[in-house]
């Protein structure tokens, strides 16, 4: 099994519906991180969590807010979602030393 | 703020070519430096890593040398396959706080043909 899994894998919504991406870890690590994938922009960090009681906003956190409800699972929540959140979505995890991350497979979300 | 410069792509190369990816930084302190890749339907990977300056990180034939006079981490592989075609980004962390998260590169799509 894959020790960091996201659902869904893929999503088509609407502009103006909520949405959820959930991620999941096995590593045991207490930092997650939630990214934005964009052709030609590289990854921006959303949020990131250093341990269930620690949440922080990244790079670009405007219409996205984030929960840890466990040391392993930490979701993204779109409130109301809009065109230019159509991207590729990463999940990541790390231990303390932050020597490296160890991402997801990533879900695709489409805004029409 | 830290940051990461990495060239453009898409880079096409052909079977056994010697690849070079350029990638440099603006950072405060010593960064620790790394290349992650990224395989097609994927999330991406640690390729390798250097945490001072001089270090040499190396697998699967790619190699990068923290070069801190030109702050610079530039990606090579002497003979790449069609295997290696991939998105591979250049990243940094600084230390403490949100310093200590990754700046990535924007990628460097590379293509090799057999």
């Known amino acids: 099994d894959a020790d960091v899994t996201q659902t869904p894998r893929n999503r088509i919504t609407k502009t103006g519906k909520r949405i959820m991406l959930e991620c999941s870890q096995t590593?045991?690590?207490?930092?997650m991180y939630w990214y934005r994938q964009d052709p030609g922009l590289g990854l921006r960090l959303i949020y990131y969590?250093?341990?269930?009681?620690?949440?922080n906003k990244g790079e670009i956190s405007d219409g996205y807010s984030v929960s840890r409800q466990a040391q392993a699972k930490f979701s993204l929540s779109l409130e109301s979602a809009i065109p230019n959140q159509t991207a590729l979505y990463f999940c990541a995890t790390s231990d303390l030393s932050r020597n490296e991350q160890f991402f997801g497979p990533g879900t695709r979300l489409t805004v029409l | 703020g830290n940051s990461v410069t990495q060239m453009e792509g898409p880079v096409t190369l052909s079977e056994e070519a010697f690849l070079t990816i350029n990638c440099t930084y603006t950072a405060t302190g010593y960064p620790s430096l790394f290349w992650y890749v990224q395989y097609p339907g994927e999330g991406l990977q640690l390729l390798l890593k250097a945490t001072k300056a001089d270090d040499k990180g190396s697998n699967k034939g790619f190699e990068a040398t923290y070069r801190k006079e030109t702050t610079s981490f530039h990606l090579e592989k002497g003979s790449v396959q069609v295997s290696d075609s991939a998105v591979y980004f250049c990243a940094l962390r600084g230390y403490g706080g949100s310093q200590g998260n990754l700046i990535f590169g924007k990628g460097t799509k590379l293509s090799v043909k057999p």
């Open positions: 969590s250093f341990d269930v009681k620690d949440i």
């Open positions: 590593k045991g690590h207490d930092r």
